[in-house]
């Protein structure tokens, strides 16, 4: 520790955890030890990281079609249990 009370978080760790200039902290204090990590995003930056992940599953499989067959499956599965089943029913 420097005598202005900094701590330096060596490269190695910086690198590992993907620590950059800038970063918040949060410091916690535990009995003999004192325990550093990477602050929580706030609303902001949140709002940040949300808005740069749009779109990045388009052009992939649909998930409401994987679904939609998948509930198609259980239902002719569900008809084959119950005799009778299913002539009414709407898809």
């Known amino acids: 520790m ?4 900094q701590v330096v978080i060596p490269k190695r ?3 590992r955890l993907h620590l950059q200039p800038g970063d918040k ?18 609303p902001t930056e949140r709002r940040a990281i949300v808005a740069s992940l ?8 649909s998930l409401t079609a ?16 119950t005799p009778g089943a299913g002539h009414d029913r709407r898809s």
């Open 25 to 42: 902290l949060l410091v916690h204090e535990a009995e003999d030890e004192v325990r550093i990590r990477k602050a929580v995003a706030g």
């Open 2 to 5: 420097g005598p202005k009370g």
């Open 13 to 15: 760790i910086r690198d």
């Open 54 to 61: 749009r779109g990045v599953l388009a052009g992939g499989p």
């Open 66 to 81: 994987g679904l939609e067959e998948e509930r198609r499956l259980e239902r002719e599965r569900e008809d084959r249990k």
